[in-house]
């Protein structure tokens, strides 16, 4: 396995329709770690650069540097353990929609199931985490965060986890107003029939950054229990 600067836990659909349609989508393909044309072009404006380097994705445990002392056969080992301990999550569909200013889909409904997963990976893969930098601390701009938000990134070293959670898979880096509806009409018209319903995850992504800055799937942990 390369080496990684940092990692983190994402959901990522398996191989399948769904997969190659993000993958052309986004420009590049999580799973082989290569890039391909982008189809989220509107207009000669390319509105996936953004998201791009992730793949696509949602992110379960933010990424993050390993902590002092700890190497990668650590966290795979303690992923694995965590994944075959956990039962997978079943949404009824995903809908696409604006999510503050950017294009995603998220699920149709709310659900206390995919809460409290995305919670336990959190916490169960905590140990495994560096501390934030103060550099990286700044990068989140804590003077726009909540009392709330604040207490997160310096308990997880992420404000968007536990009940401020809310999964999603980016489609699109923000958008002017004028691009909104057409980027929803792309969107909608590449991903028709494609999006699996309902709507399974059924294991864990441990997912790696590189040199560049670009995100590669590096193995899918089975939710068994």
């Not at 990668?72 to 696409?96: D, E, F, G, R, Y």
Request: hydrophobic content about 50%.
């Amino acid at each position: 396995m390369m080496k990684m600067n940092r990692y983190a836990i994402y959901y990522a659909p398996p191989a399948g329709a769904f997969a190659d349609a993000a993958a052309t989508w986004l420009g590049w393909d999580l799973a082989s770690g290569c890039a391909v044309p982008p189809a989220g072009v509107l207009g000669g404006q390319d509105i996936t650069q953004t998201p791009r380097k992730y793949g696509f994705h949602a992110t379960i445990k933010p990424p993050f540097r390993l902590a002092e002392g700890v190497d990668i056969s650590q966290l795979q080992q303690a992923t694995q353990q965590l994944a075959a301990s956990m039962q997978a999550v079943t949404l009824p569909a995903l809908k696409l929609t604006l999510l503050e200013g950017f294009l995603a889909l998220i699920p149709a409904a709310p659900s206390a199931d995919l809460q409290d997963l995305a919670a336990e990976v959190v916490r169960a893969l905590d140990p495994y985490r560096a501390p934030l930098t103060m550099a990286e601390i700044a990068r989140r701009r804590p003077e726009l965060l909540t009392a709330r938000q604040r207490e997160l990134l310096g308990i997880y070293g992420y404000p968007y986890v536990m009940e401020q959670f809310q999964f999603h898979l980016t489609l699109s880096g923000a958008l002017a107003a004028e691009q909104a509806t057409p980027a929803m009409a792309a969107a909608q018209s590449h991903f028709a029939g494609v999006i699996p319903q309902p709507f399974v995850i059924a294991d864990l992504c441990l997912c790696g950054e590189d040199d560049l800055g670009q995100f590669h799937l590096l193995h899918r942990y089975p939710l068994m229990a």
